[in-house]
């Protein structure tokens, strides 16, 4: 079992940034993917960003593409999104995401994931 732990969730205007953590303490990071992933009250679990487990590809959804950034830090088995420019619509609960044997490309599917942390709120004033 792997335990995800989010945070850097908040309130912040619309033009803010944040930057939300998932770390994983006690495991190693580097042996998954890893990826976020987004759920707004009355809507279904969507992607938002995802990394592979070497850090050589990125993966970014058409909504955030050019404000929100994923990177990992394997010695610090941390995996962060750094969320700039942030609008209203990117209201939500922030969830991490580990997948230990995604195929290729497969990383933008949740069902691609099989440890999730348990989420953190990101609300975007108008």
């Known amino acids: 079992q792997v335990q995800l732990e989010e945070s850097g969730g908040g309130l912040v205007q619309a033009g803010g940034s944040l930057r939300l953590s998932c770390a994983a303490p006690g495991r190693t990071v580097n042996k998954y993917d890893m990826g976020w992933f987004r759920q707004a009250p009355g809507k279904e679990r969507e992607f938002v960003a995802a990394?592979?487990?070497?850090?050589?590809?990125?993966y970014l959804a058409d909504s955030v593409r050019g404000r929100f950034t994923i990177s990992r830090d394997n010695a610090r088995n941390t995996v962060y999104l750094q969320m700039n420019s942030l609008k209203p619509e990117d209201t939500a609960v922030y969830y991490c995401g580990a997948a230990t044997s995604a195929l290729p490309g497969t990383v933008v599917t949740s069902e691609s994931y099989d440890y999730w942390g348990q989420g953190t709120q990101v609300t975007v004033s108008s």
């Open positions: 990394i592979t487990r070497n850090g050589r590809s990125t």
